[in-house]
């Protein structure tokens, strides 16, 4: 059964601020975790529920929440800036 998708309110701004090429490929990741929220090549963020997944240079954060059947994902951004402020 597929998990549902949520999206931080400052997850959806950084996906919207994205461009155009970049936001069509980080939307199709997220599609993608609802089948399989932890697809080769995600990671566990060290001492943290969060895993990460790459997508080119971008990166989505999120929890899987599996008793609910939910992906949230908490951020989105460049792998230069994504885990500041963590």
Known sequence: MAHSIELKRSARKALE???REEHVRVL???VTL???P????CKKLHGEDLWRFRTGAFRIVYE???NRLLVYVV???HRSEVYKKM
Request: hydrophobic share 40%; no cysteine; aromatic share 0%.
């Open 17 to 19: 601020a994205l461009e």
């Open 64 to 66: 899987i929440h599996d």
């Open 28 to 30: 199709r990741a997220i």
């Open 34 to 36: 609802a089948d399989n």
């Open 38 to 41: 932890g697809p080769a090549g």
């Open 75 to 77: 951020r989105i951004g």
